[in-house]
Structure formats: structure tokens, C-alpha cells
């Protein structure tokens, strides 16, 4: 499937801008456990205060790359674990016997952030949430082109988000988790032939055939968003990011004139 990216906006790590990320793919600066959450000072005060950490990030990139198109773009929101602090804290207040809160609830679902992105902006078009496992990056970057593709859409918004999960669940994780979000405003290859020095991508998938008498695969320790972001910034032509179930293919068709 191709096509291209008019925006894309990460933020985690202790990367924030473009830059940053240039220099985190050609392996000249690292990524940090620490970071400041980004300001959102486009929001009222009294909506940033009740944000947490995780809709923070998810909200910054989904409006620094939606850009001119806010109201109008529709949108899939992803995440392996979602908000799950509020998540945890709700099934410590269960245990507890406490009483529930509605809107506390109601903010740990998967498709929060995206209900939250939808009622500041005044956008109405359609919205999904995705969560795959592993291939969550990925995976949703697949059902925002197929949406792309099947609907005629001109562009698409994808919005992927995790943070570190609390401390009683990091012994059922493989992976090298990091406070992240990533938002690419994806447009299809038809859609950019009038714009200059579009580049062209195209992802393709592979079922992994698993081997007679060989032990369960492990997760791969790097989270793929990260792999996609280090390809992105990079000149390389293509990437192969390999998981327990799947072999992802993402490659740099050309650049239109």
C-alpha cells in the first residue's frame, strides 16, 4: 500500500523536534528516560490541568500534525496499553471496595484521547482506536491506509501513544518501554501528485510461518514506532522490522517533482 506523509510530529524520549529526530537516526543523539510533557498551550488551562501525562502527549502531536485539517480529518488513535495508570487505579479502587469514578472511567478507555481530540476541536468525522500487542504502530498504520484508500478520504490522521506502565505490571514487559507519542498526517500517493518532493511510501506485511519444534519467539525489545521514526528521518530506501508474528516491509518508492 503507498503513500505519503505530509506532517509528521513525535514527542518522547527527550526528542521533541524534527531536528532531534534527524540526529536520533543518524545515531547522533540518544534517547532519554526522562522528558518535560509538551505545554499544549493552544488549550485553556482548565482543560490541560485535567489532562494526564499520556492524553499530554497523544494531543500535542495529534494537533501540531493535524494542522490546517482539525476539524474536518478523520482519525485512528493507538495504543498498545492505553491510559492504563487510570486504567490501574481504577482496578485498585475495585479491590478497595471504592466507589468508581464515571469520569475516570470514561478517560481510561482506549478511544478517550480521540473523543477528547474531537470534542476541542469540533471534529466529526470518523474515529477508531487500535490496539495490537506488539504490531499496535504498525497495525494501525495499516487500517488508517485501508480507511484511506476505501473511503476516497484526501487525508488521514494517525495518532499512536504509549507511556511506561506502572510498576506491578513491568514484569509481563519485553519491551524497552518510553513515554511516546507519534501523529502522521497521511495523505495517498493520488492526493500528493500535484505537491513537489512528496516522497512516496509503501508498506507491505508478511506472515511469519513458524518453525517445527523451536521455542516461542520473544517481543522485539524496540518499540516500532521508534523503528519507524529512526527509517523516516534517514535516507534509507527500505526497513524490515520483524515481530513474533510478522514481518513489517516499509519502503521509499521516489520522490515526485
Given at each position: 500500500?503507498?503513500?505519503?506523509?505530509?506532517?509528521?510530529?513525535?514527542?518522547?524520549?527527550?526528542?521533541?523536534?524534527?531536528?532531534?529526530?534527524?540526529?536520533?537516526?543518524?545515531?547522533?543523539?540518544?534517547?532519554?528516560?526522562?522528558?518535560?510533557?509538551?505545554?499544549?498551550?493552544?488549550?485553556?488551562?482548565?482543560?490541560?490541568?485535567?489532562?494526564?501525562?499520556?492524553?499530554?502527549?497523544?494531543?500535542?502531536?495529534?494537533?501540531?500534525?493535524?494542522?490546517?485539517?482539525?476539524?474536518?480529518?478523520?482519525?485512528?488513535?493507538?495504543?498498545?496499553?492505553?491510559?492504563?495508570?487510570?486504567?490501574?487505579?481504577?482496578?485498585?479502587?475495585?479491590?478497595?471496595?471504592?466507589?468508581?469514578?464515571?469520569?475516570?472511567?470514561?478517560?481510561?478507555?482506549h478511544n478517550a484521547v480521540g473523543g477528547l481530540f474531537s470534542i476541542y476541536t469540533g471534529n466529526k468525522a470518523p474515529m477508531s482506536a487500535v490496539s495490537a500487542g506488539e504490531d499496535t504502530f504498525f497495525t494501525a498504520l495499516l487500517d488508517a491506509l485501508c480507511k484511506l484508500n476505501s473511503n476516497d478520504y484526501k487525508q488521514i490522521l494517525l495518532v499512536f501513544t504509549e507511556t511506561k506502565v506502572p510498576e506491578i505490571y513491568q514484569q509481563y514487559i519485553q519491551q524497552d518501554e518510553l513515554d511516546i507519542a507519534c501523529a502522521l498526517l497521511i495523505e495517498s500517493e493520488q492526493e500528493s501528485h500535484h505537491q513537489s518532493q512528496q516522497t512516496v511510501f509503501e508498506l507491505a506485511i508478511e506472515e511469519k510461518i513458524p518453525q517445527e519444534n523451536s521455542a516461542e519467539a520473544n517481543e522485539s525489545a524496540r518499540m516500532q514506532v521508534l523503528d519507524f521514526l529512526a527509517f523516516y528521518y534517514s535516507d534509507n530506501l527500505q526497513t524490515l522490522v520483524e515481530s513474533k508474528r510478522h514481518l513489517w516491509r516499509l519502503a521509499r518508492i521516489a520522490d515526485q517533482k
Open positions: 500500500m503507498r503513500f505519503t506523509i505530509k506532517k509528521c510530529v513525535a514527542w518522547g524520549g527527550g526528542l521533541t523536534t524534527a531536528q532531534d529526530w534527524q540526529a536520533f537516526a543518524q545515531h547522533e543523539q540518544s534517547l532519554s528516560q526522562t522528558q518535560e510533557l509538551p505545554a499544549l498551550k493552544q488549550m485553556p488551562a482548565m482543560q490541560r490541568r485535567r489532562l494526564s501525562p499520556f492524553a499530554k502527549l497523544s494531543l500535542h502531536c495529534a494537533l501540531e500534525a493535524a494542522d490546517d485539517c482539525l476539524t474536518t480529518v478523520p482519525s485512528v488513535f493507538a495504543s498498545r496499553h492505553g491510559d492504563l495508570a487510570k486504567t490501574s487505579k481504577l482496578i485498585s479502587d475495585v479491590a478497595s471496595k471504592e466507589v468508581l469514578s464515571p469520569t475516570q472511567f470514561g478517560l481510561s478507555v
